[in-house]
């Protein structure tokens, strides 16, 4: 068992050598005692292990060093600013500069996290790189630890917005999870059937478990709100407009001038409609009251009678005919 999470030369040793010896091999899951252990981020990335059933983790941080890896010795190393390693040595008249090749060189992150509600445990992530690959290498390890080295009872209170007693605890959710939903919902499928086929795979831990439809429908109104927000945060009044003449059937046209803005939204139907019963027979088109549907945006709107069917009071039906978007509210409009 790891001692201490700063034992840099063991981590090396483990994730330089032999990683598969400690490799656990599946997605951790309710680990609440002194463990030490591998994993293949290849078949487990680190999100996945970060959702490890055991609640909520605070950060304490994060620490990334640079060290000197071979078959004799691992210790701590620095790059001057002309980019030359150098770990300083220690002789009779103080510390002397000796110089690292960089085929020698390895970074090692550790990223630590302490339990939000037994703050004596605590979960911390270790990975490395060669200085001179642009990638992870691709095992990292995971310790879990008990400040006092023994194991306590592990406290999970229900969720923080929870309301009813009877709620269950928290569980991050694994992002595959909500990757997989995504990918179902993306492709137009119904939420019903998202779940029900999300839910005939086989599921090891509680963040990769959907516990009912209800899921799905909160990650699809997620997704729909971070699509509006993307839109109205990257697209001007104009050019969203101009984009609607592609995504909007109705949307006809869009004319410009130095004052306003307008959109013309009508189809084919409204304008045969209105040639041959406003034009050529006695129906009226109506304009109706100019609304302002919010700030800055007003909608005026057309009416017209389809004399050519009758509905159940024997009159002819009113039909919707073409609207106008427009910025700015004027008599001439």
């Known amino acids: 068992m790891l001692e201490e999470p700063q034992d840099h030369e063991t981590i ?22 002194n463990k030490m252990f591998t994993l293949d ?41 002309n980019g030359v390693f150098y ?31 037994n703050p004596e445990f605590s979960r911390t992530i270790a990975t490395v790189k060669a200085i001179t690959d642009k990638e992870l290498k691709p095992f990292y390890l995971v310790l879990y630890k008990w400040a006092a080295g023994e194991s306590k009872e592990f406290f999970l209170p229900r969720h923080g917005n929870a309301k009813k007693p009877t709620s269950s605890s928290y569980f991050r959710k694994d992002p595959r999870t909500f990757t997989a939903i995504d990918n179902l919902l993306d492709e137009g499928i119904p939420t019903d059937k998202v779940y029900n086929t999300l839910i005939q795979e086989k599921t090891t831990t509680v963040s990769e478990t959907i516990t009912n439809p209800k899921m799905i429908e909160n990650r699809k109104y997620k997704n729909m709100k971070a699509t509006s927000s993307e839109t109205t945060l990257n697209h001007s009044e104009p050019e969203t407009l101009i984009r609607s003449l592609q995504t909007i059937p109705l949307n006809s046209s869009v004319t410009f001038t130095k004052e306003q803005y307008i959109s013309v939204n009508s189809s084919p139907n409204m304008l045969n409609d209105i040639y041959q019963f406003c034009v050529l027979g006695n129906s009226i088109l109506r304009i109706d009251t100019t609304f302002e549907l919010v700030d800055g945006l007003w909608l005026t709107d057309t009416t017209y009678t389809n004399e050519s069917l009758i509905n159940e009071s024997k009159k002819h039906p009113e039909f919707p005919g073409p609207s106008f978007w427009h910025f700015k509210k004027s008599r001439q409009l």
């Not at 090396?12 to 005692?33: H, V």
């Not at 060093?65 to 071979?70: T, V």
């Open 12 to 33: 090396l040793n483990i994730l330089l050598q032999n990683p598969e010896e400690l490799n656990l091999k599946e997605k951790p899951s309710g680990i609440r005692e």
């Open 41 to 81: 981020m290849r078949e487990i990335p680190i999100s996945s292990a970060e959702a490890d059933d055991n609640g909520a983790y605070i950060s304490k941080g994060s620490a990334k060093r640079l060290f000197q890896y071979n078959s004799e010795c691992s210790r701590t190393v620095h790059k001057n600013e």
């Open 87 to 117: 770990a300083n040595v220690k002789t009779s008249k103080g510390y002397k500069k000796e110089y690292i090749p960089e085929s020698e060189v390895y970074e090692l992150t550790r990223y630590y996290r302490t339990s939000k509600f």
